[in-house]
């Protein structure tokens, strides 16, 4: 399915581009004033755009509407590339690393120490010089380049996105930032040609992401992780925004207006064939649907996780998301990013 590429996401040449050890660099206001003037941000920033446009039912540039049963997480219809589902198969089997660290007994109200055993293992795994992870799941494009004789590789800067992708092992946490890291490390594989443009943005999207979320559900779950800096009530989620970009995308049918029930545009709720009645953004406050769409969209598969974890009124526990869902306009609006 081919879809538009912003020049940013151009490949770059690894033989002579000079890799790094990333590191922090933001640490104090100037700094974020810094990264949102840099090419670092329009590179994150135009890999997210591009993403988010792949799994929108409707082209924005041509206004035409592509089946919304093929925009699903569930969907048969999309095409996972040997280099996705290389990454795919690379979460599962860090999911698996779960078993070999259980959580420790005890009373204890966030951050199991024994995330930090698991943490370990992780590192150990993809670290391994001869026979590791990466070398296994990387696409071959990257691990078949020549090591630099001095310097840093390709594999071992993004090795550290990946690793940052899972939260703190120092701190118990997770939150925004994890979840950022783990869209440079994918971004990182782009650049590189890892990826191919209009062959794998709708499965790195629904299919990769979508797995990268379970294992990260699994982990706050089992190893009770603290959210790393929430905003609380007055945050969108504890740990994700990712989801309610590309699960909105996901849902947008028409373009966005002030008045949904404008004529001009298709129903906010039409039925569509193989999916039923789509949902609307009001139904992030009703269980039953949440439920019922939550395996199949990314936007109700974060807000039942938000519902695993908290109690009470959604509007209570959740008042941002709960006034984003009133939006007049559906889900084209929400998603719309100016």
């Known amino acids: 399915?081919?879809?538009?590429?912003?020049?940013?996401?151009?490949?770059?040449?690894?033989?002579?581009?000079?890799?790094?050890?990333?590191?922090?660099?933001?640490?104090?206001?100037?700094?974020?004033?810094?990264?949102?003037?840099?090419?670092?941000?329009?590179?994150?920033?135009?890999?997210?755009?591009?993403?988010?446009?792949?799994?929108?039912?409707?082209d924005h540039k041509t206004n035409t509407l592509r089946s919304p049963a093929d925009y699903t997480l569930t969907s048969s219809s999309i095409y996972i590339s040997l280099e996705t589902q290389n990454i795919i198969d690379l979460i599962h089997t860090l999911e698996e690393f779960i078993e070999h660290a259980p959580p420790d007994p005890g009373p204890r109200r966030f951050g199991n120490i024994a995330c930090r055993k698991w943490h370990a293992l992780v590192e150990e795994a993809l670290s391994r010089v001869e026979g590791g992870l990466l070398d296994k799941h990387l696409p071959t494009k990257i691990t078949s380049l020549p090591k630099p004789t001095n310097g840093v590789s390709a594999k071992e800067e993004l090795l550290v996105y990946l690793l940052g992708s899972f939260g703190s092992p120092q701190r118990l946490d997770y939150g925004t930032g994890h979840e950022l890291s783990f869209a440079a490390f994918l971004c990182g594989i782009w650049v590189l040609g890892g990826f191919q443009h209009g062959r794998d943005e709708v499965a790195l999207t629904l299919k990769c992401f979508d797995a990268y979320f379970r294992l990260i559900r699994k982990l706050v779950l089992t190893y009770t992780l603290e959210p790393a800096g929430s905003h609380g009530v007055w945050g969108l989620d504890d740990h994700s925004f990712l989801p309610y970009i590309f699960g909105s995308a996901e849902l947008t049918t028409y373009p966005p207006t002030s008045d949904a029930t404008a004529a001009v545009n298709p129903p906010v709720n039409g039925s569509v064939e193989g999916l039923g009645d789509l949902p609307k953004p009001t139904d992030i406050a009703k269980s039953l649907v949440v439920e019922k769409e939550r395996l199949r969209n990314l936007y109700f598969g974060a807000v039942g996780f938000i519902n695993d974890v908290k109690t009470g009124p959604f509007w209570e526990h959740s008042p941002i998301l709960y006034d984003i869902s009133g939006v007049q306009g559906g889900w084209g609006k929400i998603n719309k990013v100016r």
């Open 1 to 58: 399915m081919a879809v538009s590429s912003s020049p940013v996401l151009a490949h770059i040449d690894p033989t002579s581009h000079t890799f790094t050890t990333p590191i922090k660099r933001i640490n104090d206001l100037p700094g974020v004033h810094h990264f949102l003037s840099s090419p670092a941000y329009e590179l994150i920033t135009s890999f997210i755009l591009h993403l988010n446009a792949s799994v929108s039912p409707l």
